[in-house]
C-alpha cells in the first residue's frame, strides 16, 4: 500500500528564519516519483517539485531546497529565510507509474510565517 | 486561459439534492484526475480517465457518485443524494500520459461544495 505522512500538522516561524517540513512515504514500487505542492488560502495546488525514484540528488531552487533519502523514504522540504508569502499548507505527494498517475497525499504540514 | 477550468467555483446545495460539477483540462492531455479534499486533509483520489476510459475508481466513489468524459474532452462529476458528508473541495486534474508517466500534472482550483 502507498501512504505518505506529514507528521507537522501546523509549524510557526517568525520571518528570516528556516524551515523544515518532513514527510515519510511509504511504497514497495521501486519507481515512484515524488512531489511537494503549495496550497495557498485561494486553493489552488501550485507545483513546487517532483523528483523520481532513481534520483537522490539535493535539489535547491532559490530560498527551497529538498533533501530526498531512499534509506529513511524521507523527501523534506526546506525553506531558507522564510517570509510572510511562504504561509500556505505544504503537501507532500506520492504516485507510481502503474497506477496513471495518481496521488497519495499527505495530510499536509500548515505553515504560518509570522512577521 | 490554458490551466485546467472547474465550474462552478463555489456551490450550495441543500441535502437529498443532485449537483454536478464540469472540468475543462488542458486541451492535449488525455488523462484526467477528479479528487475530493476535505478540511484539513490532502486530497483523495476517487477517479480517473484516460481518454474517454475510465480507468481507476476509489472506494470513495460512492454508488451515488458518478463521473462521465465523453469524447475524452471535459469531464463531469455528478453527486446524487447529496449528503452532509459530501461537502468537501472537489479538485480536477489533467496530464499527458505516456506509458507509465504523466507529464504536466495540473491540477484545477476545485469546486467547493456545501451541503447544508
Known amino acids: 500500500a502507498q501512504k505518505v505522512t506529514q507528521a507537522q500538522t501546523e509549524i510557526s516561524v517568525v520571518e528570516k528564519e528556516d524551515v523544515t517540513l518532513d514527510c515519510v512515504y511509504e511504497?514497495?514500487?521501486?519507481?515512484?516519483?515524488l512531489f511537494w505542492y503549495k496550497q495557498p488560502p485561494s486553493g489552488e495546488l501550485v507545483f513546487l517539485i517532483r523528483r523520481n525514484s532513481f534520483d537522490e540528488q539535493n535539489e535547491i531552487s532559490g530560498r527551497y531546497s529538498w533533501n530526498f533519502q531512499k534509506s529513511t523514504s524521507s523527501f523534506n522540504f526546506t525553506i531558507t529565510a522564510s517570509q510572510v508569502v511562504d504561509s500556505a499548507v505544504y503537501f507532500c505527494a506520492l504516485s507510481m507509474t502503474n497506477t496513471g498517475n495518481q496521488f497519495y497525499f499527505g495530510t499536509g504540514t500548515s505553515l504560518t510565517v509570522i512577521p | 486561459d490554458t490551466g485546467v477550468s472547474q465550474d462552478p467555483r463555489h456551490k450550495i446545495t441543500k441535502r437529498g439534492q443532485n449537483v454536478t460539477f464540469r472540468c475543462d483540462p488542458i486541451s492535449e492531455h488525455n488523462r484526467l484526475y477528479w479528487y475530493r479534499q476535505t478540511l484539513g486533509q490532502g486530497p483523495e483520489f476517487l477517479t480517473y480517465f484516460q481518454n474517454e476510459a475510465q480507468l481507476e475508481k476509489s472506494r470513495l466513489l460512492s454508488d451515488r457518485f458518478s463521473a462521465e468524459r465523453p469524447k475524452g474532452s471535459f469531464s463531469t462529476l455528478e453527486i446524487q443524494r447529496t449528503e452532509q458528508g459530501d461537502s468537501a473541495m472537489y479538485l480536477c486534474a489533467s496530464s499527458l500520459g505516456l506509458g507509465g508517466i504523466s507529464y504536466g500534472y495540473t491540477f484545477g482550483s476545485g469546486t467547493r461544495l456545501t451541503v447544508v
Open positions: 511504497t514497495r514500487d521501486t519507481t515512484y516519483y
